[in-house]
């Protein structure tokens, strides 16, 4: 019987194949569950989630807590806006707190790198990464190498780029330690400036020109430029970056295959992606969303069941 | 060898319609020193068995246009593919509905074990709703099983009655009040001893043994 090798699931860098390999046989299953008519399995019903959030998220909260209802869980809400933090209080008390109300997970997004992991060494629940600043979305990389799995029967030998806003991205980080793991070859491509340095030691290649990053590719994932994040100017204008990095139809179909479109969203929409782009038959980014529930329900399932 | 088994012999009664025990003395790979292992039913009387068995379905349901049978995941499908081979190959009824269930999530025993829950394919190609359902299951001990597949089929719709097959009942074991409609052998075994049942196109041949620690 197998199990998985953590007890939380902070960042992609603290998984193995054979986690990765039993979350998608998992993700399999409740695939099948939120296809039936009635999509709801009672496995958690004595299990207590707490989804605490301290930015901003709509697919991801939302992806979560219908997973976690999915499985018949209790589930409550937290977002940072509404709460004691603007008070004084400290991320440990807060949390410490939540769990006195005996809660068994809790699932956090964080604008600071590692926020999981400090956590995860301070209070007794399970602790799921749903994003930690600008390092790592765990739960996306794996729902995006799922999708790709799903798409092109699997992971390991294919070509994937990943195009956008690498330097602020944590889902980029995530997705490279995911796609290496599973034997995919991996490009980053995007304006110099976003690009973080020393980052061919992830065993990635840089590529700067978009066209040749496209030819090459078998999976193109088009990230969003995080203006939020952004403190300085790193491009002159979104035109000029729409035009180096931004993919339109017109590029597409000047190649000679036809590659797989990702985007985790939010999609800006005639920036990095067109319209007619996103919505094509080359775009699985719905079917990314999709598979989000069924790779969270597995995550959740297999660390509720090494909660003693 | 002979005589770890003459201990043994004390702790089971085995009921049934030819009392017959064979004895034997295991060259089944499986076999350990300290475990002892006896045949309750040989490959004859598993097919005599699934023959009465199929016989008594077809008395129930006739030409299964509104029955479905699902076996339950992950050993019940070998005896449900059997069953439903014999009705479609011996019996000549020309549409069997086969379907399998797997209810791992909807045990009742999650994070209670030492064993982490690993599931299964669940394949129902048709809709339950006013059907007649047979759940098929190898052995039927504690009925928990049974339980959890009664709420898993309801994801499927509301079925009009559910009956349950199952090859081995062992009898005096059950948690919950659970019985058998149909079935095949009724077994006395005691907590710690185990049934196996052994398919040809899994485990390499038909038998069933009941293996003591």
Redesign the interface.
């Known amino acids: ?3 998985l090798s953590v007890n939380h699931l902070l960042g992609i860098k603290y998984l193995n194949k054979k986690d990765i390999d039993l979350i998608f ?2 993700a399999d ?1 409740f695939k ?2 939120i296809n ?3 999509k ?5 019903r ?1 299990i207590t989630i707490a989804n605490i959030f301290f930015e901003n998220s709509t697919r991801t909260k939302l992806s979560f807590e219908l997973a976690e209802k999915r ?1 018949s869980a209790d589930v409550i809400n937290f977002s940072a806006g509404q709460s004691s933090l603007k008070k004084g209080e400290t991320l440990i008390d807060t949390v410490n707190n939540i769990l006195s109300m005996k809660v068994d997970m809790v699932v956090m997004r964080h604008p600071n790198p590692g926020a999981g992991i400090f956590l995860s060494k301070h209070v007794s629940a399970a602790i799921v990464n749903a994003g930690d600043g600008a390092h790592e979305h765990p739960t996306q990389a794996l729902l995006d190498s799922y999708s790709i799995r799903e798409k092109l029967s699997e992971v390991a030998g294919k070509n994937v780029v990943i195009v956008g806003d690498i330097l602020h991205s944590r889902v980029a980080l995530s997705n490279i330690f995911a796609l290496k793991l599973q034997g995919a070859n991996v490009k980053v491509c995007g304006p110099k400036t976003l690009i973080p340095k020393h980052i061919e030691s992830l065993g990635v290649e840089v590529e700067t020109n978009l066209i040749k990053a496209l030819e090459w590719c078998d999976v193109a994932n088009m990230l969003r430029v995080q203006n939020e994040r952004m403190d300085i100017s790193y491009f002159p204008t979104t035109r000029e970056y729409t035009q180096q990095f931004g993919v339109t139809k017109s590029i597409l179909q000047k190649l000679d295959k036809e590659i797989v479109i990702m985007h985790p969203g939010p999609i800006n929409r005639g920036v990095e992606i067109t319209s007619d782009v996103a919505d094509s038959g080359q775009s699985i980014i719905l079917n990314q969303v999709e598979n989000g529930v069924a790779i969270r329900m597995a995550v959740i ?1 297999l660390l ?5 | 060898m002979f005589k770890a088994l003459d201990e043994n012999q004390g702790l089971f009664v085995l009921y049934g319609v030819t009392c017959r025990i064979a004895y034997f003395c295991s060259s089944n790979e499986t076999f350990v020193s300290h475990m002892s292992q006896r045949v309750l039913l040989s490959a004859k009387e598993i097919h005599i068995i699934l023959h009465r068995l199929a016989c008594q379905l077809l008395e129930n349901h006739l030409d299964f246009s509104n029955t479905v049978l699902i076996g339950l995941q992950p050993r019940g499908i070998y005896l449900a593919r059997r069953l439903t081979e014999l009705l479609q190959q011996e019996y000549k009824v020309r549409n069997v509905d086969l379907g399998s269930l797997d209810i791992t999530f909807y045990r009742d025993d999650f994070r209670r074990g030492d064993k982490i829950l690993e599931a299964n394919q669940t394949k129902i190609d048709f809709l339950v709703e006013n059907k007649k359902v047979v759940f098929i299951d190898d052995v039927l001990y504690t009925g928990r099983s049974i339980r959890a597949a009664l709420t898993a089929v309801q994801s499927f719709g509301r079925p009009q009655e559910i009956e349950l097959l199952t090859l081995i009942d062992r009898r005096f074991s059950r948690h919950l009040p659970i019985q058998p409609n149909y079935r095949g052998r009724q077994v006395d075994a005691i907590n710690d001893e185990k049934v196996k049942v052994m398919w040809q196109e899994n485990d390499g041949e038909d038998a069933v043994y009941l293996v003591s620690r």
């Open positions: 019987m197998s199990e046989e998992t299953h099948e569950v039936r008519s009635i709801k399995v009672p496995t958690l004595d499985l399932y509720a069941s090494k909660i003693k």
